[in-house]
């Protein structure tokens, strides 16, 4: 019953991990893997001494750290204050607000955004109508495009990430609360003392998953926008593995840049799971030694 | 001094009735914090709302409204189905809305079944292998060969602009299989042992003791992939041609909005369209595209809607 997914995944998982020796050929679409010259590491070579390289290899680190530090305190917030509403019914009824851009693909976000914040958009039209003569287009702007990512990520993903800390929130004894409410701690204190350490395991986990992630950030979101930004500000590594493989047709070129992004990722993953399990937490897979 | 009496009627009962709800413990919040609360929750809901509204508004808004507005109309001036009939019409749009819906109820159908008979067949603790093919599959969701392999592994099969090419290679989520492997395993095996003394086949026991106690979980996968196949955009980019007539919806929304390339068969984009002798605000039209791409979501979201927490949750204890 296992054969239709294990084939699906043979086809379409593994034979292109076996195609990335493509890495060491000058592939060619006529010759084939089998028939296309090897060139060893020159690919590599190449592509460390490309100064385009590194270029979205410092753009991927920006956009990721920006939309991390913007983004990351978000849902916290949310459920937190979430947590604080006693009417069920409303309580309820934010939620499935907040969380439902989650379900949006990512060229619905980006065009949203694009009707909101771009030229002749609603912030647009609404400054222009209050007397602001040029008004900045947003979404066009590279300087302030980490910005526009980050927006966008809150945008589209704080209520659904708000869910788990929902989870935690739960999880905290109300005893806690009912002591310190005894012993005179007011809302702020218990705030601070009890709910944030309380969630502090969960925050924890997520911020090192989410950090295993970083190299491959932001490929579609980026992919759909590179041109109204500009590669300056919006080419990150994958869409230059994308560009430089696909779009320009050197296929070997582009193979090299993904290998490269595989491997550091698979290194980096690993080693977030590790740091998860060194402070007592279940990573993506659960220490076998606990 | 009429306004002043009822304020102080509200005012009393402020110290003696209190919230049920509110535990003993908790004391009344101060006005300013409540209001201060209340005002980020109305932020809130506009941000995500009104950008909806008023996209769903100028798709209904003739062109004199949207001419007024400057852009997306926030109140309501004149209201026309002008852009929807054209879309009706046939053409780009009505096509690519019929393709995406077929493609996500074969694509979800498909993945759903593949992903319960993986699941149900890693579940079984004597099954062939089992724990090796578990770590084969769990592999590839820390390592993959990249775009280039698997546009090259694609169009090698011949599947290029070809529908199985937007559902085949993402048809399995290793994550689903995980989960959805987790909740099969805690159903009682010793209905199923007792099933396969009396005789009963995997088949059997899959149809009427495994599946018809896994309705949530399955409603949630199914959702997930439903949403996966509605909204990808990507793989039709790699896999389909330039202005092809197999484009589903997302790419029709990519290249006529995002992008803002005039549409074929509507006049130009600046200019709009005709259905009869009614002008088309070329906006109003984008704007119906985006509405169609967001509706399908909109109707699925409430009912399934119960089930994310476990959803999620399940991901994140048992993944």
Known sequence: M????????????????????????DYDLYDGILHSPWVGFANFQLLFTDPGFWHA??????????????????????????????????????QSMVTLPHFFSMVMVVTIFDQVLGGSGLLDTFLRGHGVINPPDLVTNPGLFKFLVAGQLIWKESGWNMIIYLAALAAISPSLYEAAAVDGANWRQRTWRITLPGLRPIMVLLLILNLGYALTFGFEQMLIQLAAVGPGAAQVLTTFSYENGIVQGNYSYGAAAGLFLGVTSVILILSANRVAHLLGEDGLYRNSRR | MATTAPRQATARPRHTRRNPRRPVWQERPAPATQSAKGAAIVAILLIIALPLYSIVLTSFSDQASVNIAGGLVVWPHGLTLSAYRLIAEGGVVGRALVISVLLTAVGTAFSVTVTILASYGLSRAGSFGHKTILWFMMITMFFSGGIIPLFLVVSGLGGFDQYWALILPGAVSVFNIIVMRAFFMNIASDMIESALIDGASDWKILWRIVLP???????????????????????????????????????????????????????????????????????????????????????????????????????????
């Open chain 2, 213 to 319: 106690t896994s309705r949530a979980v399955t409603a949630v996968i199914a959702l997930f992939y439903g949403v996966t196949y509605w909204n990808s955009w990507f793989n039709i980019l790699l896999f389909m041609p330039a202005d092809s007539v197999k484009w589903p919806l997302q790419m029709v929304l990519y290249t006529y909005v995002t992008q803002g390339n005039p549409m074929p068969g509507s006049g130009s984009s600046t200019i709009g369209g005709f259905v009869g002798n009614q002008q088309i605000a070329p906006l109003s039209l984008q704007m119906a595209v985006v509405t169609l791409t967001v509706v399908p979501v909109l109707i699925v979201y409430p009912f399934v809607q119960k089930h994310f927490t476990k959803g999620v949750l399940l991901g994140a204890i048992k993944g």
């Open chain 1, 2 to 25: 296992t054969l239709p997914a294990a084939v699906l995944l043979l086809v379409f998982g593994y034979t292109p991990m076996l195609g990335l020796v493509m890495a060491f050929q």
């Open chain 1, 57 to 94: 290899f410092a753009n991927t680190l920006v956009l990721f750290s920006v939309q991390l530090v913007l983004s990351f305190p978000i849902p916290i917030a949310l459920a937190i204050m979430l947590d604080g509403i006693l009417s069920r019914r409303l309580r309820s009824f934010i």
